[in-house]
């Protein structure tokens, strides 16, 4: 079955630095979803990209949705504290259920 | 309320007893997702409803797990004769269309602690 991969599963970094969290899918995706989980929260969507080199901007995030429409990426400028958190990409599969990859944890040090 | 809310919000049960866990998708919400979540893992899919189709199940880890969506709304999860590996964070999902392009919302979670 589809399969959504995640890296790197974990980023420990300085505030101030940036950060990056890459998602390849192993079939073409209609469109691929970002979320975000606070400690202690719950996933919260972010984001969806659907358009073949799509490019959004949230104040400091930047998503990417490659070409072949298999791979994205998440992007965050001179992280912050309040950034910390688990960041999913996710995509629909051929049985339209959407599949989440595994997650990259954000670690922020002040 | 506007979002999605679940129900207990933590549940602590002794091992071999059944828990029921319910989820109140967003009003008008065709799909509706379960996921387990274990401390600092992903999400685990479990079971997926999608209007009046069959439910996917091809998540649920084994056959004490069970779930049902009442008239397409409210949904129980029930784990019966519940085991310690079954503690984790079980978080219910709805979006608005069944397809799989469309948002999730997800609610507060259930933290269920098997002693």
């Known amino acids: 079955g589809q399969q959504v991969m995640q890296i790197p599963q974990y980023q420990h970094v300085q505030e101030g630095e940036d950060f990056t969290t890459y998602c390849n899918s192993s079939?073409?995706?209609?469109?691929i979803q970002w979320y975000k989980q606070r400690p202690g929260g719950h996933p919260v969507f972010l984001i969806q990209?659907?358009?073949?080199?799509e490019v959004k901007k949230q104040k400091r995030l930047t998503f990417q949705f490659g070409e072949a429409k298999k791979n994205s990426s998440l992007h965050i400028t001179a992280t912050q504290t309040t950034d910390v958190g688990t960041y999913f990409c996710?995509?629909?599969?051929?049985?339209?259920?959407?599949?989440f990859g595994a997650g990259t944890i954000l670690r922020v040090k002040s | 309320g506007a979002g999605v809310s679940q129900s207990p919000s933590n549940k602590v049960t002794e091992k071999g007893k059944d828990v029921e866990l319910r989820c109140d998708p967003i009003?008008?919400?065709?799909?509706l997702y379960w996921y387990r979540q274990s401390l600092g893992q992903g999400l685990e899919f479990l079971i997926y409803?999608?209007?009046?189709?069959?439910?996917?199940k091809s998540g649920l880890p084994s056959d004490r797990f069970s779930a049902e969506r009442t008239g397409g709304s409210v949904s129980t999860l029930t784990i019966q004769r519940t085991q310690q590996e079954d503690s984790a964070v079980y978080l219910c999902?709805?979006?608005?269309?069944?397809?799989?392009?469309?948002?999730?919302?997800f609610g507060p979670g259930t933290r269920l602690t098997v002693l």
């Open positions: 409803f999608q209007g009046n189709s069959a439910p996917d």
């Open positions: 079939t073409t995706l209609s469109n």
């Open positions: 990209l659907v358009k073949s080199g």
């Open positions: 999902a709805s979006s608005s269309t069944s397809g799989g392009a469309d948002t999730q919302y």
């Open positions: 009003s008008g919400h065709t799909a």
């Open positions: 996710a995509g629909p599969s051929a049985g339209n259920k959407l599949v």
